[in-house]
């Protein structure tokens, strides 16, 4: 089993700055994918961001420019560094990974448990 921790949200004022971090654990054998997903009530999850192991990048057409994504891969832990933050950002982000925990295990996607990210004035 893989087990994702984030950590890093709150409250912010419209424009404001946060940064997310997610911290993988467990048995790991490979990573292929880390990323983050969001989602408000009665709408689906959505892609934010996500690194792939090469260290390529996917971004949300409405996050370019203002969000980043990072990674030390030393330590399973990836970042998203989110600037000019707008209220429509609200929603809880969610840290996903697409991961093998033994040679011959398949690849399984987990999830953490979410953290809250409030734009507000």
């Known amino acids: 089993q893989v087990q994702l921790v984030e950590s890093g949200g709150g409250l912010v004022q419209p424009g404001g700055s946060l940064r997310l971090s997610c911290a993988a654990s467990?048995?790991?054998?490979?990573?292929?994918?880390m990323g983050w997903y969001r989602q408000t009530p009665g709408k689906q999850r959505e892609l934010v961001a996500k690194?792939?192991?090469?260290?390529?990048?996917n971004y949300a057409d409405s996050v370019k420019g203002r969000f980043t994504i990072s990674r030390d891969s030393a330590k399973n832990t990836i970042y998203l560094q989110m600037n000019s933050l707008k209220p429509e950002d609200t929603a809880v982000y969610y840290c996903?990974?697409?991961?093998?925990?033994?040679?011959?295990?398949?690849?399984?996607?987990?999830w953490g448990q979410g953290t809250q990210v409030t734009v507000s004035s």
């Open positions: 467990g048995s790991i054998f490979a990573i292929y994918t």
């Open positions: 996903n990974t697409n991961a093998r925990t033994t040679f011959i295990t398949p690849t399984t996607t987990y």
């Open positions: 690194i792939i192991s090469d260290g390529s990048t």
